[in-house]
């Protein structure tokens, strides 16, 4: 039994009138990757949000029910919602780079946290991020260049190298690859199965075939509920929910 | 079949003409709109660019009679000098000029040529000069509004002699003073520099150009700060809900109140209630940045709602406060745009003049003000005084003081242009 890092117990999220997760209880284990997977407007990026409180930006969002990291209930009132960001780090559909250069976004985060004391130590973490995050080599020579002149694929890793550098345990990722090409993609999910040793990574995506390969447990979401969540292969092969079958066979969504 | 493609070709010339007359209504509005443009600026100029020389009279002036020797002028501080009696010594070197005059009516014509002030002019000379003063010295007089006219053919010499402000034996004069080659033109450096005057050649825009830089500075130190934190406020974090949206909908109302409006508002609160002193820049500009906070706001607001969404969660999502997301990633962004807004309102604020009118910015000011607290006139209220002049040489100093006006709102305009190109972010 691995040890849990993320549990949802019973989440109910309101926006305004219109509800758009219903009960929502799944678990997710440390240092893997779980997907989740489901139809547009499902709620899997609702409930991807719900983990570092991102929803609190929306004025008419409402969450009930309970989420812990390690056993900390992070919509407790004494939570900062700013600690619980610097843990729980966030890649967005979108490549979305600060209009800085490539230095300044991924020094960003340790700045503001004030992680790192002096400017060699600032140096050291941007460049740590960038290797993990698979970059480094190709932009060594380039720091300072702005983070908006890579290419898609490029972007995103920066994004990544950018939620690496505060050092969180968790790294959430909102369909990655969504905007990228194959090879792009490609890299971005080998470079998950390179993260996932440091971190726990939560990955919601459209393309079945991606869960397939980087997951080790996929949730499966429809219309608000999560109607399944068990291992990978499990989902893929034998699911026990009948819209589920339906889902990954193809015949709607 | 054949018909089917008749048809359609038939169709698409159609479409193809309407196009084209469309094209020509473009370009036939844009045409009326710059020729309208080109009359003005055309007309404005013809008028006014011979307000920025005016016409000097060169007058020898034998200092020796004034003193026993010139050297002595080197000792004596610009106080003595002041007390110096020069009115009938100043009177006598110009009455050199033609000295076969005898009759005193014919004296005072020749005096009448000059400006009322060229014993200070003398006296000036004599200052600035005085550790080198020869016996006699060659100084370049100021000639009356009425001869600088007759001078720049801007004053019809075939009128009746009691129609005309300059007489005949005036011109007779200074014909003789032009073929003798005494009368030339030179830059006008005190039309820049002097303030206002009843006499036209001595009038200046200096004045009025230092008021309104002033009102400026104020409104710029008062509206673009409050103008920018209440459009971030607003845009960032203000909830969406009636308070706000009532807060939106007045500061757009705001936007369309009729300027004098806030003139009035600042000589009933401002002047009135609060008691500052009438007249000055510092007023002036108070009322001119109510008028243009609204502009600023929502030129401000438009720029920070252009910035991606995902740039704010990109730095909520790194653990930054809302206010650093802001302040760090929204604001640089956005500023281009909101510094062009500021600059459009401040140039709208450079060439008001209702508002200036109820608060006294359109007294007589003479002096040059040296702080926002001294009394001033500003560039439109000048123009709006002096085209009330009858005199002929306020009509040149008008023309020309809207030509400085248009000068300052293109250099305006035009830095608003090159601060958004220069600082746009590139996606």
């Keep these: 039994m691995k040890s849990i890092k993320i549990k949802a117990d019973n989440l109910n999220v309101h926006y305004g009138e219109k509800q758009a997760l219903f009960d929502v209880s799944m678990y997710m284990e440390k240092k893997q990757v779980t997907a989740l997977i489901g139809p547009s407007g499902c709620g899997k990026s609702t409930f991807i949000r719900c983990l ?46 600060f209009p800085k250069s490539i230095f300044e976004n991924v020094a960003y985060g340790p700045k503001i946290h004030g992680i790192a004391e002096h400017k060699s130590d600032l140096e050291e973490i941007v460049v740590n991020s960038l290797k993990k995050a698979a970059l480094f080599d190709e932009v060594k020579d380039r720091l300072s260049d702005s983070g908006t002149s890579l290419s898609g694929g490029q972007q995103q890793r920066l994004c990544i190298a950018r939620a690496i550098s505060v050092n969180p345990d968790i790294i959430l990722m909102d369909e990655p690859c969504s905007a990228l090409d194959p090879i792009a993609t490609a890299r971005i999910e080998e470079l998950m199965g390179d993260l996932k040793t440091e971190y726990t990574i939560i990955i919601v995506t459209h393309s079945m075939q991606q869960a397939a390969r980087v997951s080790s447990r996929t949730g499966f979401f429809h219309l608000g509920k999560l109607v399944e969540v068990d291992k990978t292969e499990t989902i893929f092969s034998n699911p026990s929910d009948q819209r589920t079958q339906d889902y990954i066979t193809g015949r709607f969504g | 079949m054949t018909d089917r493609i008749e048809q359609r070709i038939n169709s698409l010339n159609k479409r193809l003409n309407s196009e084209k007359r469309f094209r020509i209504y473009c370009i036939g509005a844009m045409s009326f709109a710059l020729a309208w443009v080109l009359i003005l600026f055309l007309n404005i100029f013809s008028s006014g660019y011979s307000a920025f020389y005016r016409t000097v009279i060169q007058v020898d002036v034998p200092f020796l009679n004034l003193i026993e020797d010139t050297t002595q002028f080197s000792e004596m501080s610009s106080e003595d000098i002041n007390n110096l009696s020069m009115y009938s010594f100043s009177k006598k070197a110009i009455y050199r000029l033609f000295p076969d005059i005898e009759e005193k009516k014919d004296k005072k014509m020749l005096i009448r040529l000059f400006s009322i002030e060229f014993e200070q002019e003398i006296r000036e000379f004599l200052k ?300």
Excluded at chain 2, 185 to 214: H, I, K, Q, T
């Design chain 1, 52 to 97: 570092n409180r991102m929803n609190d930006v929306i004025d008419i969002c409402k969450v009930q029910g309970k989420i812990e990291i390690d056993g900390n209930d992070i919509y407790a009132p004494d939570m900062q919602v700013e600690q619980l960001r610097e843990r729980v780090g966030m890649v967005f559909q979108k490549p979305n780079p």
């Design chain 2, 128 to 427: 600035s000069n005085k550790s080198n003063i020869n016996e006699t010295e060659t100084i370049y007089l100021t000639a009356s509004d009425d001869v600088d006219q007759v001078n720049k053919g801007n004053y019809p010499r075939d009128l009746d002699e009691d129609k005309r402000r300059i007489k005949d034996i005036q011109l007779l004069f200074f014909d003789d003073l032009v073929d003798r080659g005494l009368v030339s033109y030179e830059f006008n450096l005190p039309f820049l520099m002097r303030g206002d005057s009843r006499e036209p050649e001595l009038a200046g825009v200096g004045g009025s150009m230092v008021g309104s830089l002033f009102t400026i500075l104020v409104v710029l130190i008062l509206s673009f700060p409050i103008g920018i934190f209440a459009a971030i406020y607003l845009e960032e974090f203000a909830p969406k809900n009636r308070v706000t949206d009532f807060i939106e909908i007045n500061i757009n109302n705001l936007a369309a109140v009729p300027s004098i409006v806030f003139g009035l508002l600042g000589l009933g609160i401002i002047l009135n209630t609060f008691g500052l002193p009438r007249s000055t820049p510092l007023v002036g500009g108070i009322v001119l940045s109510l008028m243009t906070l609204p502009t600023i706001i929502i030129a401000t607001r438009a720029s920070l709602r252009a910035v991606p969404p995902s740039i704010r969660e990109g730095a909520l999502a790194v653990g930054a406060t809302k206010m650093q997301a802001v302040m760090h990633h929204v604001v640089p962004v956005a500023m281009p745009g909101a510094l062009t807004g500021t600059i459009i309102g401040l140039a709208q604020a450079l060439g008001e003049t209702a508002p200036l009118l109820l608060i006294g910015m359109v007294a007589f000011v003479v002096d040059v003000p040296q702080t926002p607290l001294d009394a001033s006139a500003s560039l439109p209220v000048q123009v709006y005084l002096w085209s009330e002049s009858a005199e002929r040489g306020y009509v040149e100093k008008t023309s020309a003081t809207i030509m400085m006006l248009l000068g300052f709102l293109i250099l305006m305009n035009l830095a608003a242009v090159l601060i958004r190109r220069k600082f746009e972010t590139k996606w």
